[in-house]
């Protein structure tokens, strides 16, 4: 029985093998007659000895069922996006920033690959199996679409290293290439089925299908570009050493990653892709930058919504010719006007157009946009469509001059524009419905209140049926009133009521968020949070108290006071918190030892992690960041530290092992 049970772990091991080759490289090492054979040996042998099926088996990949809806998955570390550069002189820009955090004077090694367009995906392996596979989501929490992702004959079921990880992360985009997206659509051109815009929205839509037979059906393969969390982190000194052990543990990785030094070697790498890029199988927007040491990038840290480590180079967009019908001016949340162009629909990169932001009046002057031009239109970034240029030649009589309005088209405030600022408000704070209406939308966001089910079109209802005006009257919401809005059946109905209630329950950090005040993200939030114990206390704070957080500027500080003080702001939270929205505090230790003062972190700790001292530290009082400055208190040096070690030293920054810090904690 052992010969035979060998004999199964074998063949999945070589079938493994081989579908990665052909899946995932397209270097198929035997012919498909062959690589049949041992499917079917596979397949008897599990026939005749169920009980030794190997639940790693490529022939459990499928499930037999479609699945009733997707379940919300948290990342355990965030699945952050990357900040854009279009230009030379935006990259050099990004290297001397990690050269002054770093306080290097040689150029930086960067990891460069090609940036791949398509749906990312991070995949849980515990133990060198995979557990499961969610989608980015809002890069805290994912979708689990752990049924397609095991269609996918590239990605192996368990990984090849010995010993695997106890625990780790691999990130990726999961693509169609080119030739198999042709294939494909010419198969389904001829039976009648659904011919894709493009091989990203095909993957996309095959990620997001609860039934899995409909992504095994098509040519999805995965590659993987990172990690995230990572048990044996220590073990590895760059990130060239993590995509090398991805590789060796059957992960496909870009065959094109490549190591680069400095902004010159960057840009000989992205000219060298940018000439490659319409005869590679797959399709790419850019190349990505990661800094290769792995230290540097724990020292470098994040900013809210992407690693400073980190960048893409994108390339300059495709451009399409299009005719301006007609400008309108939106209002934002914070009463921003912003014009935008109506235009004659156009195709752009796969996708249809219809309208473009215009940005603000100088950007209109600027470029000498008028109301009936033909314009170039780009989607920026390959994402929001803006207007590049005019084509003059075609420039006709019946053009209009774009005049900005005086009033706003919402609730005929003024509007006015500040000195020094390019954006144009609107004065009519909490009467503008326009206002309203966006700052609805933000509190019922998945990062504000998470209220699932009170979509855009629902908000529109209530607000035009008066049956809210501010965010507390989402709570005063009965079914008898949900049910009588359009298309709101008794099913929907009390999967609302049920989503309000359970948002109920919410931390003072996205409290804080959801409350939408100028320049406050989540980040901020978060700073708030951390550094006032109560919502009252953040209510009567003051300048001089919130100046000394951390990156909060006068500005911000302002803004916050700003919102505090006006008495209709401070009536629709307190009525939030009358209608039972329970604010989640943060615990507090009673031990503020370490009030006022600053760590650094540096080397590898023995006793704790790096994580672990930081909360010990921030639990009692003190504040962690990731470079040494006069400003630092302590650097905690634990084995092999980096060149932090070094600047400490030079500017005369105490520094202590981890025994020593928790000496100063206990005995101060």
């Given at each position: 029985m052992r010969n035979i049970e060998s004999k199964i772990k074998q063949l999945i091991q070589e079938i493994d093998f081989?579908?990665?080759?052909?899946?995932?490289?397209d270097n198929p090492k035997i012919s498909d007659s062959e690589f049949d054979q041992l499917v079917r040996t596979l397949i008897k042998l599990e026939h005749e000895y169920p009980h030794l099926i190997q639940p790693d088996s490529p022939t459990q990949r499928v499930g037999s069922k479609p699945i009733q809806g997707f379940t919300q998955v948290d990342h355990l570390t965030p699945m952050l996006s990357l900040d854009n550069v279009f230009s030379s002189d935006d990259l050099l820009s990004f290297e001397n920033r990690i050269k002054d955090r770093l306080s290097l004077d040689k150029d930086v090694e960067f990891i460069a690959e090609p940036k791949l367009d398509g749906v990312a995906v991070n995949l849980v392996y515990e133990s060198g199996k995979l557990e499961y596979a969610t989608t980015r989501g809002d890069g805290v929490t994912g979708e689990d679409v752990t049924h397609n992702v095991l269609t996918i004959k590239s990605i192996p079921m368990k990984l090849n290293s010995i010993p695997p990880p106890k625990t780790i992360e691999i990130r990726g985009e999961i693509i169609i290439t080119k030739k198999d997206f042709e294939t494909m659509n010419n198969v389904n051109a001829k039976t009648g089925l659904k011919v894709f815009a493009n091989p990203r929205n095909a993957a996309a839509g095959s990620i997001r299908q609860l039934d899995p037979n409909v992504a095994q059906?098509?040519?999805?393969?995965?590659?993987a570009h990172g990690y995230g969390m990572?048990?044996?982190?220590?073990?590895?000194?760059?990130?060239?050493?993590v995509i090398r052990f991805l590789r060796?543990?059957?992960?496909?990785?870009?065959?094109?990653?490549?190591?680069?030094?400095?902004?010159?070697?960057?840009?000989?790498?992205?000219?060298?892709?940018?000439?490659?890029?319409?005869?590679?199988?797959?399709?790419?927007?850019?190349?990505?930058?990661?800094?290769?040491?792995l230290s540097f990038q724990k020292d470098l840290g994040?900013?809210?919504?992407?690693?400073?480590?980190?960048?893409?180079?994108?390339?300059?967009?495709?451009?399409?010719?299009?005719?301006?019908?007609d400008v309108n001016f939106q209002v934002g949340r914070t009463g921003t006007i912003t014009p935008v162009a109506k235009?004659?629909?156009?195709?752009?990169?796969?996708?249809?157009?219809?309208?473009?932001?215009?940005?603000?009046?100088?950007?209109?002057?600027?470029?000498?946009?008028?109301?009936?031009?033909?314009?170039?239109?780009?989607?920026?970034?390959?994402?929001?469509?803006?207007?590049?240029?005019?084509?003059?030649?075609?420039?006709?009589?019946?053009?209009?001059?774009?005049?900005?309005?005086?009033?706003?088209?919402?609730?005929?405030?003024?509007?006015?524009?500040?000195?020094?600022?390019?954006?144009?408000?609107?004065?009519?704070g909490s009467h503008c419905p326009d206002q309203i209406r966006e700052g609805l939308k933000h509190f019922v966001s998945r990062k504000a209140f998470d209220i699932d089910g009170l979509g855009e079109k629902i908000i529109d209802q209530l607000l035009v049926s008066n049956m809210i005006k501010s965010t507390s009257d989402l709570y005063a919401l009965d079914a008898e009133k949900i049910i009588s809005l359009e298309r709101m059946a008794?099913?929907?109905?009390?999967?609302?009521?049920?989503?309000?209630?359970?948002?109920?329950?919410?931390?003072?950090?996205?409290?804080?968020?959801?409350?939408?005040?100028?320049?406050?993200?989540?980040?901020?939030?978060?700073?708030l949070a951390d550094n006032f114990p109560t919502l009252e206390d953040l209510i009567n704070t003051?300048?001089?108290?919130?100046?000394?957080?951390?990156?909060?500027?006068?500005?911000?500080?302002?803004?916050?006071?700003?919102?505090?003080?006006?008495?209709?702001?401070?009536?629709?939270?307190?009525?939030?918190?009358?209608?039972?929205?329970?604010?989640?505090?943060?615990?507090?230790?009673?031990?503020?030892?370490?009030?006022?003062?600053?760590f650094v972190l540096t080397g590898s700790l023995t006793s704790m992690s790096r994580i672990e001292a930081q909360e010990i530290i921030e639990n009692n009082g003190g504040r962690v960041t990731s470079s040494v400055s006069t400003k630092t208190s302590y650097l905690v040096a634990g084995k092999k530290p980096g060149s932090k070690i070094n600047k400490a030293n030079d500017i005369g920054v105490t520094i202590i092992n981890e025994d020593q810090l928790v000496s100063l904690i206990n005995n101060g």
């Open positions: 081989h579908n990665s080759q052909y899946h995932g490289l059906n098509r040519p999805l393969k995965f590659y990572l048990s044996n982190q220590e073990d590895f000194s760059s990130h060239q050493d060796n543990s059957g992960i496909i990785t870009s065959p094109y990653s490549t190591l680069v030094k400095g902004t010159s070697g960057c840009i000989m790498f992205y000219e060298k892709i940018d000439a490659l890029r319409d005869s590679l199988d797959f399709e790419i927007d850019g190349v990505v930058y990661k800094v290769n040491k994040f900013v809210s919504k992407a690693p400073r480590w980190a960048i893409a180079h994108k390339f300059s967009s495709v451009e399409v010719e299009s005719k301006i019908i235009l004659k629909p156009i195709n752009v990169g796969g996708v249809m157009v219809s309208n473009a932001t215009l940005h603000n009046m100088d950007e209109i002057k600027r470029k000498d946009i008028r109301n009936g031009d033909y314009v170039f239109v780009r989607r920026a970034g390959d994402v929001i469509p803006e207007i590049v240029s005019i084509n003059k030649k075609k420039r006709g009589e019946k053009t209009k001059e774009i005049i900005f309005p005086k009033k706003c088209p919402s609730c005929e405030s003024d509007i006015v524009r500040k000195d020094g600022e390019s954006a144009a408000k609107c004065t009519g008794e099913r929907s109905t009390d999967k609302l009521i049920s989503s309000i209630k359970a948002s109920k329950a919410i931390s003072f950090e996205r409290f804080i968020y959801a409350q939408g005040i100028n320049d406050v993200g989540l980040a901020t939030s978060k700073a003051d300048m001089h108290q919130l100046m000394n957080i951390h990156d909060i500027g006068p500005v911000v500080a302002k803004n916050i006071l700003m919102f505090f003080a006006v008495e209709q702001n401070l009536n629709n939270i307190r009525r939030l918190i009358k209608m039972g929205v329970q604010i989640e505090y943060r615990p507090r230790h009673d031990n503020q030892i370490l009030k006022n003062q600053t």
